[in-house]
């Protein structure tokens, strides 16, 4: 984006396209490296705190459970991406078309498929539940169940060249459902009294 050309390769490329990005533009892979190992974090991070809040909801249910596993496994995945292509760009591998090549498609599969798949469970995780409970708008509930069915068709792309594009589908509308969901929710309980007859003798009982 700010050094120019040759631009990041995408798996359609030759092996000579790729290998050349990769010896001539080693610090935009470092760079590159460092905002996915960041990113990875982060989206750990929104995961154990979207289950939290969840679960302090009142939300006990396999999807939540669901929705962490997804959460952890799509930002390891990001991570182990960052880290295949930061060892990429160091001097004497980048100029191995071979091995550079091979590094490539490992960090492609961990951050392509490998983000989406598990991506679409966390976002199925929270949906369903959050829809169920109507912690959140139908319409939102409904956009992550969307993305979620595209994130697990995703992995298609494992073995037809032709679902790649779901990736991206995937991957980008799902940062939008993050922000939706991170501000849908409520911040907390609903009150006694708004909870349905049966709960509320149950919950009387308790007390």
């Given at each position: 984006?700010?050094?120019?050309?040759?631009?990041?390769?995408?798996?359609?490329?030759?092996?000579?396209?790729?290998?050349?990005?990769?010896?001539?533009?080693?610090?935009?892979?470092?760079?590159?490296?460092?905002?996915?190992?960041?990113?990875?974090?982060?989206?750990?991070?929104?995961?154990?705190?979207?289950?939290?809040?969840?679960?302090?909801?009142?939300?006990?249910?396999?999807?939540?459970?669901?929705?962490?596993?997804?959460?952890l496994?799509?930002?390891?995945?990001?991570?182990?991406?960052?880290?295949?292509?930061?060892?990429?760009?160091?001097?004497?591998?980048?100029?191995d078309?071979?091995?550079?090549?091979?590094?490539?498609?490992?960090?492609y599969?961990?951050?392509?498929?490998?983000?989406?798949?598990?991506?679409?469970?966390?976002?199925?995780?929270?949906?369903?539940?959050?829809?169920?409970?109507?912690?959140?708008?139908?319409?939102?509930?409904?956009?992550?169940?969307?993305?979620?069915?595209?994130?697990?068709?995703?992995?298609?792309?494992?073995?037809?060249?032709?679902?790649?594009?779901?990736?991206?589908l995937?991957?980008?509308?799902?940062?939008?459902?993050?922000?939706?969901?991170?501000?849908?929710?409520?911040?907390?309980?609903?009150?006694?009294?708004?909870?349905?007859?049966?709960?509320?003798?149950?919950?009387?009982?308790?007390?």
């Open positions: 984006m700010f050094g120019g050309s040759p631009y990041f390769p995408g798996p359609w490329e030759t092996p000579d396209v790729i290998a050349t990005f990769f010896r001539l533009r080693p610090e935009s892979l470092v760079l590159c490296a460092f905002f996915h190992f960041g990113a990875s974090v982060t989206l750990g991070i929104f995961a154990a705190t979207i289950v939290s809040q969840l679960s302090f909801l009142g939300v006990r249910v396999a999807g939540t459970n669901i929705a962490f596993f997804g959460g496994m799509t930002a390891f995945n990001m991570a182990a991406s960052a880290f295949v292509l930061w060892t990429g760009a160091r001097p004497g591998i980048a100029e078309p071979m091995l550079v090549n091979a590094l490539y498609y490992l960090s599969v961990l951050g392509g498929p490998g983000f989406s798949a598990p991506f679409g469970l966390l976002m199925a995780g929270v949906s369903i539940p959050a829809g169920i409970f109507r912690l959140v708008p139908t319409w939102i509930a409904i956009l992550g169940l969307v993305l979620a069915v595209l994130g697990e068709l995703s992995s298609l792309n494992l073995v037809f060249s032709w679902a790649l594009p779901l990736i991206p995937t991957r980008f509308p799902g940062f939008i459902w993050i922000i939706l969901i991170g501000f849908g929710l409520p911040r907390s309980r609903k009150p006694l009294e708004d909870l349905e007859p049966a709960k509320r003798h149950q919950t009387g009982m308790r007390e």
